[in-house]
C-alpha cells in the first residue's frame, strides 16, 4: 500500500510560515530579558499563527484578539509599573508583533509585520552590543529581506535558498552605505538606549563597601572590568594595584568609606622613575570609580565629564559610567604618599565598640613594640605560619564577632578577610590602616597587547601610616597566598576538585601556550577591536578621523592614489563583466551581426521570434535561412521559455552559426 504524499503548500502559506520564520528569529533574543509569561505568550501566539496557516482555519475575530491584547497591556503595566521606558516599550512591541500575526488580512498587513521586525532588530542592541548580536541580527535582516521579496514576487517563486542569497546580496548593497554612514555621519555623545531611567541597569563591578564573601563573589566573574594599552612595556605582575574606592568606617561587619574631613591635611606625593603611561577603556558599570594604576600622577580627562580627586587619591566621575569611556594617564610605581606629615586623622584609628574582643587584645599587645613596622610584620608573619588558607569558598562568618572567627576559628578567606582583619589589628595595635579596594593584576594578550582585567581580578589590601615614610601599601593576601600577586588568582589558589568552584577559577587564565589559551585571546582580541574601533567611536575620535582625512586629501599624492583607485576598479568591473557574460548571448550577438552584414538588420524594437518570422521569404539562401531561423526559434526558447532547454546548447548554436553565410 503507498502512502500519500501531502500536497504541497501554496504559495500564501509558503509566505506566511515564512514570515513567522523570520519573526521568530527576530524574537528569540529578547527572552533573555523579557519576562517569562511575555516570551511564552509570544511562543503560543506565533505557534497559533503556524498551526491556522497548515490547517487552513479562519483567524480569530477581534472579539477574541482585543481583550487578549488589553490583557497583555495590563500584565506588562504591572510588570514595569509604566508602560514608557526601555523594558517595557520594548515589551510591548514584542507582544504587538505576535497579535499582529493573528490579525493580517491585506497584503499591507504582511509588510506592517516585516516593518515591526526591522525596528525589533534595532531593540535588540538595547541589551548587547557583541559580535556575536550583530552577527545574529543580519541573518535576521536577511531571512526578512527574503521574505519581503517573497512577497513581491510574481509567476514562478525561485527556491528558499535563491531567496535567502538575494536577500543577502540585497543587505551586501546596502552595507557600504551604512559603513560610510556610521563613520561619517555626526554623531552624538552617549548612546541613544542610555536615556530612558531603566537603561542604566545594576551591572557587575566594585561597590563603596565591603563585607566578608562579597569579593570571592565578584571573583567568579569573568566580565571585564576594563583594558589597559601601555605606552611601553608592562610592569611586572606585582606592581599592577588598579586603585578604586577606600574604606575607613567599620561597623562590625561592613567596612565603608569615611566622611571627607572638615579640615583636611594637604597630601604630599614623592614619586620616583620615570612614569608610566597608558589608556584605559572602562567598561560601563553605572557607577563613578575610575580606576588608575598606583599611583597617577594627574587627574584623567574624560571627555563630556568632570572628574574628582577625593582627599584618599580615587577618582571618581561627577556622572556615572553608562556607557564605554577612554581615558589616558600616566602613573608612578614608585612613590611615597605623605611621607612628611607628622600625624595622620584619628579616623584611620576608630574602632567599633564592643566587637571582636579578642583580635582588639592581641592588637593592643602588640602596641607594646615600638616600632609600628614590626607590628605589622608580626601580623604578616602570623598569616603566613599560623595554618590560614586562601580560598574562593570560605566558611559563613554569621556571627557579630566576624573578625575573632576568622583569626581564631575558620583561618580560611578571601581577600576581603584578610585585609578587614590586618586593619582591623593596625589600628588596635596603634598604627593608622585604611583598607584600599580595586582590582590586581590583569591578563596581557599576545595578539594585540591590550592588559584584560577582570572582575576575577577585584582585590582589597591594606594601607598603614609609618612616621617618615607615609602611606605604605601592605596586602595581606600575598603573605597566605603569593601567587595571587605574583601571578594570578588561578595559581594562588589550592588544587580542588575539577567541578568545583576553585577547580573552575584555574579556567580563567589558561596557559598561553596552550590551544585554550591561543584561543581565549584570539576571541579576546576580537572583542576588544570590536569594542575600541565600533562601540567606541566617539564624536572626538570621529573629528580626529576627519580631520586626517582632510589633511591626507590636500596633497595631490592622495588625490592620484584615489583616481588609479577609481580606475583600477573600473577595470575590475568591467573584466567581471565581459567574462560573467552568457555564452548563448553572445553567439545571439554575432548571429544579428552577421545578419546585418547580409543585408538583414535586426530592429532596437524587434525580438528573436519577430526577427525570425521576417527573414522567412527575405530572399537568403535556403540553407542559411533555415539555420537563422531554427538559431532564433532556440534562442527565443532558451531567453524566454518557461524552462532552460538544458546543457549543451552551446555547441548547437554554434553549428547553426557557422551555416549562416
Known sequence: MRLALPAPLSRDKQDTLLLVAASLLVLVPHAAHLPAWVSALCGATLSWRAGVT?????????????????????????????????????????????????????????????????????????????????????????????????????????????????????????LPLAGAAFVLFPRIEGPLWGMPDDAHAARTGLSDNMAPGQMS???????????????????????????????????????????????????????????????????????????????????????????????????????????????????????????????????????????????????QALAAEPDPARRVAAVLRQFARDGFVYT?????????????????????????????????????????????????????????????????DAHAWAEVWLPRRGWVRIDPTAAVAPGRVQHSLARALPPMAPFGLDGLAGLLQPDPGSLLGRIRYAIGAVNNGWNQWVLNYTPQRQQRLVDRLQEGLSHWQSLALIAMLCALLFLVKKFSQRRKADPVDALYSVLCQRLGQLGLPRAPDEGPTAYADRLDGAGLAPEPSAAATEFLRRYSAYRYGPQSPGTGLVPILRDLLSRVR
Open 54 to 174: 497548515l490547517l487552513g482555519r479562519r483567524l480569530p475575530s477581534n472579539l477574541v484578539l482585543v481583550p487578549l491584547a488589553a490583557a497583555a497591556m495590563a500584565g506588562v503595566l504591572r510588570e514595569y509599573h509604566t508602560l514608557l521606558g526601555r523594558d517595557a516599550g520594548v515589551a510591548m512591541l514584542v507582544l504587538l508583533v505576535a497579535f499582529k500575526m493573528l490579525e493580517m488580512h491585506a497584503r499591507r498587513d504582511l509588510f506592517v509585520v516585516v516593518f515591526l521586525c526591522y525596528f525589533l532588530v534595532l531593540t535588540n542592541f538595547f541589551y548587547s552590543q557583541s559580535i556575536p548580536t550583530a552577527m545574529l541580527m543580519l541573518a535576521s535582516i536577511v531571512a526578512l529581506l527574503a521574505t519581503q521579496l517573497s512577497f513581491q514576487l510574481t509567476g514562478a517563486v525561485p527556491p528558499l535558498r535563491t531567496r535567502l542569497w538575494m536577500g543577502a546580496k540585497v543587505l551586501a548593497l546596502a
Open 217 to 363: 563573589d565578584l571573583a567568579q566573574s569573568e566580565d571585564v572590568a576594563f583594558r589597559v594599552k601601555f605606552d611601553g612595556p608592562v610592569p611586572p605582575q606585582p606592581q599592577l594595584y588598579w586603585r578604586g574606592p577606600v574604606l575607613g568606617d567599620y561597623d562590625g561587619r561592613t567596612w565603608t568609606r569615611v566622611r571627607p574631613a572638615r579640615h583636611a591635611q594637604p597630601l604630599s606625593l614623592s614619586v620616583g622613575g620615570k612614569p608610566v603611561g597608558y589608556e584605559v577603556t572602562l567598561e560601563p558599570s553605572n557607577t563613578r570609580w575610575l580606576f588608575a594604576l598606583e599611583m597617577p600622577r594627574a587627574l584623567p580627562e574624560l571627555p563630556g565629564r568632570g572628574v574628582a580627586l577625593s582627599d584618599e587619591l580615587e577618582f571618581q566621575a561627577l556622572a556615572p559610567v553608562s556607557d564605554r569611556v577612554r581615558y589616558r594617564l600616566a602613573s608612578y610605581v614608585h612613590y611615597s604618599l605623605q611621607p612628611d606629615t607628622a600625624t595622620v586623622d584619628g579616623q584611620w584609628l576608630s574602632l567599633p565598640y564592643g566587637v571582636d574582643p579578642r583580635a582588639r587584645a592581641a592588637g
Open 392 to 456: 574562593l569558598r570560605p566558611p559563613l562568618l554569621p556571627g557579630p564577632d566576624s573578625i575573632d572567627d576568622f583569626l581564631y576559628g575558620t583561618r580560611a578567606g578571601f581577600c576581603e578577610h584578610y585585609a578587614g582583619a590586618f586593619v582591623f589589628l593596625m589600628r588596635a595595635a596603634g598604627v593608622p590602616a585604611r583598607v584600599v579596594t580595586g582590582y590586581q593584576g590583569g591578563d596581557l594578550n599576545p595578539i594585540d597587547g591590550y592588559l584584560t582585567v577582570r572582575q576575577s
